[in-house]
C-alpha cells in the first residue's frame, strides 16, 4: 500500500472504551447492581393476555442461575473447537427468554451461536459440524435438527439451576476464555455454497455501542426502546444491548412479537403505544411503514418517534425524499440516518445524518459517510494501492470493529494484514469486496464486485442458492439471478432445467430448497427447456432475465374470463385482477387453486403496495385482519361459483401477507 496522500483514506475519532477488557455481561452486572429497580424488559404475554416487565435486577440474578445452570450441566471442563472458541447454540426465540439466556452464556465464559426456529436443517448441521458446540440451548422441540449434540431444554435448564445461588459469579467460576473473547457467532451467505461463521469479539460490541452513545446519545425523555429483528441478524445485537447497556442509565427494551416485522399496522400500534422514540430498520420497512401511514391516511402516529437509521440496505434518494415528505406533513424535526457495514464489521461502519431534503443527495446516491470510532476506511485498488481522489476503488475496513475472521479460517483473503500501520488494533484489514468513492470527504456506495445481494437487509450470495439448487437430484442445471436488484419490484429468481423424465413444479423445487436455504433465499422458479449460451459457451444471463421481463409482459395481457360472474360483481375482480397483475407481474400466471401468495413473489411490501392500489381505485381498505380463506377463495375464483356481492376487506394471512377478496357467500 502506498503512502497516506489523499482522501482515499477515512479515519474515523480515535477514542479510549471506558470498558477496556470486560465483556457486555460485566457491563450489565454493574448496572443492574446500580439501578436495580429500573425496568429491562418490557413484553406482552400472549397466552395470559397482560404486559409483563423484568428489572435489571430479576434478569441480573435470573442470568447468573442459568449460567452456573450450564456450568453444572456440562462439567468443570469442555473442549474449545478448532478456533480456540467456547460455543452454545441458542435456538431461543426472540422473547425475554432469549436475552436472558445470552446473558448466561457469556457469564459462563462462552460466546453464543444463534440459531432461531424454524430453521433449515442442512443449513444447522453445516454450522454444527464447523462450530463444534459443546452444548445447545433450545426452546424449540425438533429432534432432527440437533442430533449427536449435548442439548437441553430451556425449561429443563431453567429447573436444574432454581436453587443455585443468584449472586455474582466468581472470578473462578466461568470457562476461561482468551483476553478478547469471541462473544457471538453469526452465519451469512457464502460464495462457495456453504453459509461462513463471522466470529464477534467483545470489544467490536462495545466499541459499536460505545460510538451509538457519544454520537445518538439517549435522551432522559426517551421512555423505550423495542427489539423487533431477527436473533440470527446483527441489527438485533444492538436493539437489545444499546439501550441495557447505556453508561448513565438503562433503558427498558420493548421486545415486538415476531408478527409486527410484516404487520405494519400492528407494529404502528406498538410503536406508538409505547413511546419509541428511535428505530433501527431495513429500507424495505421504512417502505412498508410510510405506504401503511399513506394509504389510511394516518397523520397523527409516530410523532415521538424522531431518529430513523436505515441499515443492512441500499437506501434510495426516493424513499429518503418520501420520508422527509411524511415527516414534514406531521411535524417536521426528524432525523433520517444511512448506515453501512456488514457482520464482519459489527454491522456499522460508516453512517451519514440527514435532517432535511437538502441532506440528501451526493452526485445522486445517499451517502454512506463517514467512519465511526476507531475505524479507518480505505479506497485501494487491484495492487492494494490508494486510488487517487474522486476514482472508484474497492473499500477496505480495518480497526475495532473488524472480526476475527471465519470460522474455521474460511476465506482468509478477506482478512489480510494491514502492512500502513503497526498499530495492533488496525493490524487487519477486511476485504469487504463493495466499491465507494469519496466526494468531499463523505463515501458514496458504489456497488459489489460478487453475486451477493440484499434481500429484507440479510446477505444472500446466488452462488449459495445456485449450488443448493444444482445438489437436487431433480435438476440438471438451475442458474439464479437478481431480477430488478436494489428496486421495490427486486426478485431473486431460478431458472432450472430438469432431469429428463422429471416432472415436478415449481412450488417442489422451492419446497426442496428451502431445507438447506433460509426463507428468504428462496427463489421464484421458472421452468426452461434450455440453458441458453454465448458464443463463448457461457450462460447468457441476460438472456434469461429478458425472458423474465417478457413473462410480465406475457402476464398483463392475459385475459380472464369473468363472464359467468354476476354483472355486478365483474369490475370488482376486474380491478383485483389487474392490481395483482401490475404488483405481483410474475407471479399471476401462476395463480392456481393451490397458489401460495409468499412462494409466487409476495411479501409483506407488495401486499401493503395492492392495498394502496385497491385504495386508489376507490375500494376502501379499513383495517388489516387476520383470515385463513386464501385456497378456498382461490378455489372459488377458478370455479367461477360466484352468487353473492363481493366487498373488500384487507386481509393478511397468517404471516403470509395476502390482499384477498373476502366475504364471498355462497
Same mark, same amino acid.
Given at each position: 500500500?502506498?503512502?497516506?496522500?489523499?482522501?482515499?483514506?477515512?479515519?474515523?475519532?480515535?477514542?479510549?472504551?471506558?470498558?477496556?477488557?470486560?465483556?457486555?455481561?460485566?457491563?450489565?452486572?454493574?448496572?443492574?447492581?446500580?439501578?436495580?429497580?429500573?425496568?429491562?424488559?418490557?413484553?406482552?404475554?400472549?397466552?395470559?393476555?397482560?404486559?409483563?416487565?423484568?428489572?435489571?435486577?430479576?434478569?441480573?440474578?435470573?442470568?447468573?442461575?442459568?449460567?452456573?445452570?450450564?456450568?453444572?450441566?456440562?462439567?468443570?471442563?469442555?473442549?474449545?473447537?478448532?478456533?480456540?472458541?467456547?460455543?452454545?447454540?441458542? /435456538?431461543?426465540?426472540?422473547?425475554?427468554?432469549?436475552?436472558?439466556?445470552?446473558?448466561?452464556?457469556?457469564?459462563?465464559?462462552? /460466546?453464543?451461536?444463534?440459531?432461531?426456529?424454524?430453521?433449515?436443517?442442512?443449513?444447522?448441521?453445516?454450522?454444527?459440524?464447523?462450530?463444534?458446540?459443546?452444548?445447545?440451548?433450545?426452546?424449540?422441540?425438533?429432534?432432527?435438527?440437533?442430533?449427536?449434540?449435548?442439548?437441553?431444554?430451556?425449561?429443563?435448564?431453567?429447573?436444574?439451576?432454581?436453587?443455585?445461588?443468584?449472586?455474582?459469579?466468581?472470578?473462578?467460576?466461568?470457562?476461561?476464555?482468551?483476553?478478547?473473547?469471541?462473544?457471538?457467532?453469526?452465519?451469512?451467505?457464502?460464495?462457495?455454497?456453504?453459509?461462513?461463521?463471522?466470529?464477534?469479539?467483545? /470489544?467490536?460490541?462495545?466499541?459499536?455501542?460505545?460510538?451509538?452513545?457519544?454520537?445518538?446519545?439517549?435522551?432522559?425523555?426517551?421512555?423505550?426502546?423495542?427489539?423487533?429483528?431477527?436473533?440470527?441478524?446483527?441489527?438485533?445485537?444492538?436493539?437489545?444491548?444499546?439501550?441495557?447497556?447505556?453508561?448513565?442509565?438503562?433503558?427498558?427494551?420493548?421486545?415486538?412479537?415476531?408478527?409486527?416485522?410484516?404487520?405494519?399496522?400492528?407494529?404502528?400500534?406498538?410503536?406508538?403505544?409505547?413511546?419509541?422514540?428511535?428505530?433501527?430498520?431495513?429500507?424495505?420497512?421504512?417502505?412498508?411503514?410510510?405506504?401503511?401511514?399513506?394509504?389510511?391516511?394516518?397523520?397523527?402516529?409516530?410523532?415521538?418517534?424522531?431518529?430513523?437509521?436505515?441499515?443492512?440496505?441500499?437506501?434510495?434518494?426516493?424513499?429518503?425524499?418520501?420520508?422527509?415528505?411524511?415527516?414534514?406533513?406531521?411535524?417536521?424535526?426528524?432525523?433520517?440516518?444511512?448506515?453501512?457495514?456488514?457482520?464482519?464489521?459489527?454491522?456499522?461502519?460508516?453512517?451519514?445524518? =440527514?435532517?432535511?431534503?437538502?441532506?440528501?443527495?451526493?452526485?445522486?446516491?445517499?451517502?454512506?459517510?463517514?467512519?465511526?470510532?476507531?475505524?479507518?476506511?480505505?479506497?485501494?485498488?487491484?495492487?492494494?494501492?490508494?486510488?487517487?481522489?474522486?476514482?472508484?476503488?474497492?473499500?477496505?475496513?480495518?480497526?475495532?470493529?473488524?472480526?476475527?475472521?471465519?470460522?474455521?479460517?474460511?476465506?482468509?483473503?478477506?482478512?489480510?494484514? +494491514?502492512?500502513?500501520?503497526?498499530?495492533?488494533?488496525?493490524?487487519?484489514?477486511?476485504?469487504?469486496?463493495?466499491?465507494?468513492?469519496?466526494?468531499?470527504?463523505?463515501?458514496?456506495?458504489?456497488?459489489?464486485?460478487?453475486?451477493?445481494?440484499?434481500?429484507?437487509? +440479510?446477505?444472500?450470495?446466488?452462488?449459495?442458492?445456485?449450488?443448493?439448487?444444482?445438489?437436487?437430484?431433480?435438476?440438471?442445471?438451475?442458474?439464479?439471478? /437478481?431480477?430488478?436488484?436494489?428496486?421495490?419490484?427486486?426478485?431473486?429468481?431460478?431458472?432450472?432445467?430438469?432431469?429428463?423424465?422429471?416432472?415436478?413444479?415449481?412450488?417442489?423445487?422451492?419446497?426442496?430448497?428451502?431445507?438447506?436455504?433460509?426463507?428468504?433465499?428462496?427463489?421464484?422458479?421458472?421452468?426452461?427447456?434450455?440453458?441458453?449460451?454465448?458464443?463463448?459457451?457461457?450462460?447468457?444471463?441476460?438472456?434469461?432475465?429478458?425472458?423474465? +421481463?417478457?413473462?410480465?409482459?406475457?402476464?398483463?395481457? =392475459?385475459?380472464?374470463?369473468?363472464?359467468?360472474?354476476?354483472?355486478?360483481?365483474?369490475p370488482a375482480m376486474r380491478c383485483l385482477w389487474s392490481t395483482l397483475a401490475s404488483v405481483l407481474p410474475h407471479a399471476i400466471r401462476k395463480l392456481s387453486p393451490e397458489a401460495n401468495f409468499f412462494n409466487?413473489?409476495? +411479501?409483506?411490501?407488495?401486499?401493503?403496495?395492492?392495498?394502496?392500489?385497491?385504495?386508489?381505485?376507490?375500494?376502501?381498505?379499513?383495517?388489516?385482519?387476520?383470515?385463513?380463506?386464501?385456497?378456498?377463495?382461490?378455489?372459488?375464483?377458478?370455479?367461477?361459483?360466484?352468487?353473492?356481492?363481493?366487498?373488500?376487506?384487507?386481509?393478511?394471512?397468517?404471516?403470509?401477507?395476502?390482499?384477498?377478496?373476502?366475504?364471498?357467500?355462497?
Amino acid at each position: 500500500m502506498n503512502s497516506i496522500k489523499n482522501d482515499a483514506f477515512l479515519a474515523g475519532p480515535a477514542k479510549k472504551s471506558r470498558f477496556h477488557g470486560q465483556r457486555p455481561c460485566q457491563v450489565f452486572s454493574n448496572l443492574a447492581r446500580n439501578h436495580p429497580d429500573a425496568i429491562a424488559l418490557i413484553w406482552q404475554d400472549e397466552r395470559l393476555s397482560k404486559r409483563c416487565e423484568m428489572t435489571m435486577d430479576q434478569l441480573e440474578k435470573k442470568s447468573n442461575k442459568m449460567a452456573r445452570g450450564i456450568l453444572q450441566h456440562c462439567g468443570q471442563w469442555v473442549a474449545p473447537n478448532k478456533d480456540g472458541d467456547l460455543v452454545i447454540v441458542a /435456538c431461543v426465540p426472540p422473547s425475554w427468554k432469549f436475552v436472558c439466556t445470552i446473558l448466561a452464556i457469556w457469564k459462563a465464559g462462552a /460466546c453464543y451461536l444463534p440459531v432461531e426456529p424454524p430453521a433449515p436443517k442442512e443449513r444447522v448441521r453445516h454450522m454444527l459440524q464447523e462450530t463444534k458446540p459443546f452444548l445447545v440451548i433450545a426452546d424449540w422441540d425438533d429432534e432432527d435438527l440437533f442430533p449427536d449434540v449435548n442439548k437441553i431444554s430451556w425449561c429443563s435448564l431453567v429447573h436444574s439451576s432454581k436453587d443455585l445461588s443468584d449472586g455474582p459469579l466468581t472470578y473462578e467460576e466461568p470457562y476461561t476464555t482468551r483476553s478478547d473473547p469471541i462473544d457471538i457467532i453469526l452465519y451469512t451467505s457464502g460464495s462457495t455454497g456453504l453459509p461462513k461463521g463471522v466470529r464477534i469479539k467483545s /470489544c467490536s460490541i462495545l466499541n459499536r455501542l460505545e460510538w451509538q452513545w457519544r454520537t445518538f446519545p439517549y435522551s432522559k425523555e426517551e421512555k423505550t426502546c423495542c427489539f423487533k429483528t431477527s436473533t440470527t441478524f446483527l441489527d438485533s445485537v444492538t436493539e437489545v444491548w444499546a439501550p441495557l447497556l447505556n453508561p448513565d442509565f438503562p433503558l427498558p427494551v420493548l421486545i415486538l412479537p415476531r408478527s409486527a416485522r410484516s404487520n405494519p399496522q400492528l407494529l404502528v400500534f406498538l410503536l406508538n403505544k409505547y413511546k419509541v422514540d428511535r428505530i433501527m430498520l431495513v429500507p424495505t420497512l421504512l417502505k412498508l411503514i410510510l405506504t401503511y401511514l399513506k394509504i389510511t391516511n394516518d397523520n397523527a402516529s409516530l410523532r415521538q418517534l424522531k431518529l430513523w437509521v436505515c441499515t443492512s440496505e441500499t437506501l434510495s434518494c426516493s424513499l429518503a425524499e418520501e420520508f422527509f415528505d411524511w415527516s414534514e406533513r406531521n411535524g417536521g424535526s426528524r432525523i433520517l440516518c444511512n448506515f453501512y457495514g456488514s457482520t464482519e464489521t459489527m454491522g456499522d461502519v460508516t453512517y451519514y445524518v =440527514m435532517k432535511s431534503k437538502q441532506d440528501i443527495m451526493f452526485k445522486g446516491k445517499v451517502p454512506i459517510g463517514r467512519p465511526v470510532d476507531n475505524t479507518t476506511v480505505y479506497l485501494l485498488d487491484a495492487q492494494m494501492r490508494l486510488v487517487n481522489s474522486g476514482e472508484i476503488g474497492e473499500v477496505y475496513i480495518t480497526g475495532k470493529q473488524v472480526a476475527a475472521g471465519y470460522v474455521n479460517g474460511r476465506d482468509a483473503f478477506r482478512f489480510i494484514e +494491514n502492512t500502513s500501520t503497526a498499530d495492533p488494533e488496525n493490524k487487519i484489514l477486511f476485504k469487504t469486496g463493495d466499491y465507494a468513492t469519496v466526494y468531499n470527504g463523505i463515501l458514496i456506495f458504489e456497488g459489489r464486485n460478487d453475486s451477493q445481494v440484499k434481500v429484507r437487509g +440479510n446477505r444472500v450470495d446466488l452462488s449459495e442458492i445456485e449450488t443448493a439448487l444444482n445438489k437436487l437430484q431433480e435438476v440438471e442445471k438451475g442458474v439464479v439471478l /437478481c431480477y430488478n436488484p436494489g428496486q421495490i419490484d427486486q426478485e431473486l429468481v431460478a431458472f432450472v432445467l430438469l432431469n429428463e423424465g422429471v416432472l415436478t413444479e415449481p412450488a417442489d423445487i422451492q419446497k426442496l430448497l428451502s431445507k438447506s436455504l433460509p426463507s428468504y433465499a428462496i427463489p421464484q422458479v421458472t421452468m426452461i427447456d434450455q440453458v441458453p449460451l454465448l458464443v463463448s459457451g457461457k450462460i447468457d444471463r441476460q438472456c434469461l432475465l429478458h425472458h423474465h +421481463n417478457q413473462l410480465a409482459g406475457f402476464t398483463h395481457e =392475459m385475459k380472464f374470463d369473468f363472464n359467468d360472474l354476476p354483472d355486478e360483481n365483474r369490475p370488482a375482480m376486474r380491478c383485483l385482477w389487474s392490481t395483482l397483475a401490475s404488483v405481483l407481474p410474475h407471479a399471476i400466471r401462476k395463480l392456481s387453486p393451490e397458489a401460495n401468495f409468499f412462494n409466487i413473489g409476495g +411479501n409483506s411490501l407488495n401486499s401493503v403496495l395492492t392495498i394502496a392500489k385497491l385504495s386508489e381505485a376507490g375500494y376502501n381498505i379499513k383495517s388489516f385482519q387476520i383470515a385463513s380463506s386464501i385456497n378456498l377463495l382461490l378455489k372459488r375464483i377458478w370455479s367461477l361459483k360466484w352468487k353473492s356481492v363481493i366487498t373488500f376487506n384487507c386481509l393478511i394471512l397468517s404471516g403470509l401477507h395476502l390482499l384477498i377478496i373476502h366475504s364471498v357467500l355462497w
